[in-house]
């Protein structure tokens, strides 16, 4: 297909309602694609459709075709909306509230319905009638999203869960009505006997309202869950925009008298003031001052850019020096920020595509049980044994079909999953997570912040001949203690834990180059200069042959290095850099352990990448520097492309399209709220070997879904041979239901017992 823009298309994004799983969103963007001249991408997580159509195409068109297949579909609202009070209600509102609402209703009406069927003591005179009362709103108001999702289905000639749920639900409680109202089970005194038999009857004694209530229940539980997840996928965008400024000062005609005004109203060439601590309004050239910019969030490096007239700088990252007059050239949704939003959605547009265990189970398994169904009716009533026996064996079918082990299959595993991952600093995000971390090969590793702590510590202090280092550490850390450079920042920390600092006087910053002051302790005064060499050189202050290799040593391992003089001479060097996690390299080789290759990926030069990935264990080979952020997520697409299964570890902003678009993204929970937006697990303490568990729990709680599938389906099909035979007695039936449910929980409660192998 061709990727490129056609300037004759128009854009839409569709706002979609009433889609269950995957395959509906996979069934609303077929419906849009065979509309002459319209490219249409639907994402399940965010429920929006992005369609490209011709000129003879309405988007009212467009929105009638959604409507055709099944759905809703509404129309952006216009801009002048968004701000309005109207518009900022909706935002506010709960969409996932009426789900909430109809689980806990359903929930108090079933659990009673459930006792009586189950504990015989509880079956007082004409408790079945309760038992109608209670569970008929279940079965029919509560489980309303899963039968109209079933007619949805059927009228496409398609079945999913949902399918399943709908058809056993109504089964039960149809068959319930008949047994009370025109057989044996609505007179007073009625019992189900707690006893295990085998035997023939024509089951107008038997009620099955705990099974239809009871499996309602359980479905919307699990479905409310998954919504409750799913919900934040477009959460990544809305914190990536909420990154940039909301008010900027822009310079009027004189160049002197500033205005405050909405980031959204500035435009192309105004020129506007970014003074220390704040962020950059939008992408622009600097036209005066000079100030040191910390940029980390949006391009992962670890030291910040220093910057002045005529360099480039982008929006949302964050003046760190000195006061800067920047002309923007970008502005809305030309910038970089916004570039990277649309990096995020079109990953996760990709990934929606993934469709849920159970709906690929349960669209083999409906037709089956339907045929079976209606295959039992036919012999019944071909061997004469009357219309009541065969309609009560055909309907057994249905009801033993009913999955009631299958709606606690994942949701009870992914509670415990998730619960116990809680507790070890791993947040899971969903059920649909888990399906790639078996099939996982390749983890790829942001540097910084992630390998790296993030934050220039000090490394190494190099003395000259007759000096002692921590007298050089010393009067540096006084020097840069007035400073708010992050460079600065590192060498006074380490300083001053060393002890206490002298005093300053004469504080002064060289444009560029760095500081210089006089240290004063009692009587005696010293003139201090820490900076670049070139500093020292104008005042004089040379290098030795010994200081000079080792600032150049720390450079080529990846080190910032500063010089540091005083009286008229030079007399050593300060070594910061972005620090190595200590557990990365433990953490490198356990991800070995698993069959998994480490990738290092960072946007710092290749130098610094090749220093850390020797000393944590990772392949010279395996080392990608210099990238962008979109670059980022060429990676991971090569990488796919090549067949590979990837899994990303990030932690800044510019790690949310790949975290996105990689099969399984893992993002550290001491980064940015976007990372963590865009990722499928939250790693909360920030450290690699949680990823490393994080890949096994998952692994762990997959596998364990899995089996509970399995499970619950083994029942179903060990249990359908007697309701075809019509030998289903209700106490069996449900004996079976409570065992396969039990079996169920207690093989999902296993994964309380997983241990951690992070400290």
């Known amino acids: 297909m061709d990727t490129h823009t056609d300037p004759t298309q128009q854009q839409v994004e569709l706002a979609l309602t009433g889609m269950t799983c995957a395959s509906c969103a996979n069934r609303i963007e077929r419906k849009l694609n065979k509309l002459d001249g319209v490219t249409a991408t639907v994402n399940y997580a965010t429920e929006k459709a992005k369609v490209s159509y011709a000129e003879g195409v309405t988007a009212d068109a467009l929105v009638a075709a959604v409507e055709a297949a099944g759905y809703g579909a509404a129309l952006p609202k216009p801009p002048a909306s968004e701000g309005g009070a109207e518009g900022a209600g909706g935002d506010d ?118 099974a239809a209530a009871g499996v309602t229940t359980f479905i919307l539980a699990g479905r409310y869950f998954e919504q409750r ?46 003074r220390p601590g704040e962020k950059i309004a939008t992408d622009g050239v600097v036209e005066r001052g000079t100030s040191a910019v910390d940029a980390s969030m949006l391009t992962g490096e670890s030291v910040p850019v220093e910057v002045g007239a005529g360099d480039a700088v982008v929006g949302a990252t964050v003046n760190a020096g000195g006061r800067l007059v920047v002309r923007a050239t970008r502005v809305g949704g030309d910038t970089q920020l916004a570039q990277m939003a649309r990096l995020v959605e079109d990953a996760q547009n990709g990934k929606a595509q993934v469709q849920r265990l159970a709906d690929r189970i349960s669209g083999i398994f409906v037709p089956i049980v339907i045929v079976l169904a209606t295959g039992t009716l036919g012999f019944w009533l071909g061997t004469g044994n009357g219309l009541a026996a065969a309609f009560t064996a055909a309907v057994a079918v249905l009801i033993i079909a009913c999955p009631c082990a299958l ?32 099939a996982v090969d390749t983890v790829v590793l942001d540097k910084t912040g992630t390998v790296t702590t ?109 010089a540091v003089g005083w009286d008229g001479q030079a007399r050593g060097v300060v070594v910061v850099a972005d620090a190595i996690k200590p557990t990365s390299a433990t953490a490198i080789a356990q991800l070995r352990e698993l069959g998994l290759r480490p990738v290092l990926l960072t946007g710092d030069n290749a130098v610094v990448a090749r220093t850390v990935a020797a000393e944590v264990g990772i392949a010279e080979d395996d080392v990608i520097a210099d990238v962008l952020p979109a670059d980022k997520v060429d990676v ?80 179903n099909v060990a249990a359908l041979p007697l309701a075809a035979a019509g030998l289903l007695n209700p106490m069996l039936a449900g004996a079976a239901m409570a065992f396969s449910s039990v079996f169920v929980v207690s093989n999902s409660l296993r994964l309380r017992r997983f241990r951690a192998t992070a400290g």
């Open 636 to 715: 991971v697409k090569r990488l796919q492309g090549e067949g590979k299964v990837v899994a990303m570890v990030g932690d800044g902003v510019n790690d949310a399209a790949a975290l996105a678009q990689a099969d399984l993204g893992l993002a550290m929970g001491t980064g940015t709220d976007v990372a963590i937006e865009a990722s499928d697990l939250t790693l909360v303490r920030g450290d690699l070997q949680v990823a490393v568990d994080a890949i096994r729990l998952s692994r762990r709680t997959l596998a364990t879904i899995k089996g509970n599938l399995f499970w619950a389906f083994a029942y």
């Open 407 to 438: 709606g606690l299959a994942t949701p009870t595993a992914l509670m415990v999953g998730t619960g116990r991952g809680a507790q070890l600093g791993i947040l899971i995000k969903g059920p649909e997570v888990l399906e790639s971390t078996r």
């Open 229 to 274: 997840s799913k919900r934040r996928a477009g959460a990544a965008l809305k914190a990536l925009l909420e990154l940039g400024a909301k008010e900027v000062a822009v310079l009027g005609p004189d160049g002197v008298t500033e205005t405050r005004i909405p980031v959204a109203d500035l435009e192309v060439d105004d020129l506007f003031v970014v």
């Open 454 to 562: 993030g934050r220039m510590t000090l490394r190494d202090v190099i003395a000259g001949e007759g000096e002692s280092a921590d007298d050089v550490l010393r009067y540096a850390g006084a020097l840069e203690d007035a400073s708010e450079h992050p460079i600065a920042r590192a060498i006074a920390d380490a300083a001053r834990e060393a002890g206490p600092l002298p005093a300053v006087e004469d504080f002064a910053n060289v444009e560029g180059l760095g500081v210089q002051g006089v240290l004063v302790e009692g009587d005696v005064s010293h003139a201090v200069l820490v900076g670049r060499p070139r500093l020292l050189e104008e005042w004089s202050q040379h290098l030795s042959p010994a200081l000079t290799e080792a600032l150049e040593e720390a450079q080529r391992t990846g080190g910032t290095a500063v």
């Open 93 to 210: 509102a709960d969409p996932i509230a009426p789900l909430r609402n109809r689980l806990l209703i359903s929930a108090v009406l079933s659990v009673p319905v459930i006792a009586m069927a189950m504990v015989p003591a509880l079956q007082f005179d004409n408790w079945q009638w309760l038992s109608l009362t209670l569970a008929a709103p279940v079965v029919v108001w509560g489980a309303w999203p899963f039968h109209k999702a079933a007619w949805t289905n059927l009228r496409h000639g398609t079945s999913t869960m949902d399918t399943l749920i709908s058809l056993g639900t109504l089964a039960a409680l149809g068959w319930s009505l008949y047994a009370l109202f025109w057989g044996t089970a609505g007179t007073t005194g009625m019992k189900h006997p707690f006893e295990l038999t085998i035997e023939r009857s024509d089951g107008s004694g038997n009620i099955y309202l705990e």
